[in-house]
């Protein structure tokens, strides 16, 4: 079956812009995360919906937002950009039932650059 | 503050070397990933841990969980250029993994 989607793969913003990023899961999974990757830091949880819920969410600003809908791909908006927030953003589904060997499948990321 | 400690950060080796990854904590996690990432590509799973002490191997790949649940290893015998890459261990306190923490990654390099 088709992976996780990420579109679009590149994006160049400068900042003040807001931007939306995509996310479409593997067919039958429930669960979105979302994670910002960057050099200094790493790779960062963002939040997580799970049945168009949030479920989960990390210590980002409140510049940073999502949704998921009926069909589980899920949106993600950053408003008033900044420089900072270069990065690639990853996408990763699971079926999100809260068992240990619950497996997350990441897609290639959405590579943003602010200017 | 990095709740996973991934070390080394860079390590070039030659064909045919062996070399160890380690990932600590302070804290325990319900259980442990390590990832592997190539340029341009999103993390790929090699494995999960969930009992403390396991040990699990994947060809010349070997992962430890330690006894606490704090620790994590990831030993290659033989290293190939084919292993070059991304190395990530992930940490979850849930259970289900839904929410993931990060080592900084080590970021191997197999000299052929």
């Known amino acids: 079956k088709a992976g996780v989607t990420q579109t679009p793969r590149y994006l160049i913003k400068t900042r003040g812009q807001q931007v939306t990023l995509s996310c479409s899961p593997i067919s039958g999974h429930r669960s979105v995360s979302w994670y910002q990757q960057t050099p200094g830091q790493g790779l960062q949880f963002l939040f997580e919906y799970f049945s168009e819920t949030q479920r989960n969410k990390g210590n980002f600003p409140g510049r940073f937002s999502g949704r998921q809908f009926s069909n589980s791909r899920s949106e993600m908006n950053v408003s008033t950009l900044e420089l900072g927030d270069s990065a690639l953003y990853l996408c990763?589904?699971?079926?999100?039932?809260?068992?240990?060997?619950?497996?997350?499948?990441f897609g290639a990321g959405t590579r943003l650059s602010v200017l | 503050t990095q709740l996973l400690e991934q070390s080394p950060q860079f390590l070039s080796i030659q064909e045919g070397e062996n070399l160890t990854v380690y990932c600590n904590s302070s804290?325990?996690?319900?259980?442990l990933q390590w990832y592997r990432q190539e340029p341009g590509e999103g993390p790929v799973l090699l494995v999960t841990v969930v009992t403390g002490g396991e040990v699990k191997k994947l060809k010349r790949l070997t992962f430890q969980f330690g006894d606490a649940r704090k620790d994590s290893s990831l030993h290659i015998t033989a290293a190939q250029p084919g292993d070059t890459g991304l190395y990530l261990c992930a940490g979850a306190r849930d259970r289900g993994a839904q929410k993931l923490v990060f080592g900084q990654g080590t970021r191997l390099t197999i000299n052929p």
């Open positions: 990763a589904s699971s079926s999100g039932q809260l068992h240990l060997s619950n497996i997350q499948y």
């Open positions: 804290s325990v996690f319900s259980s």
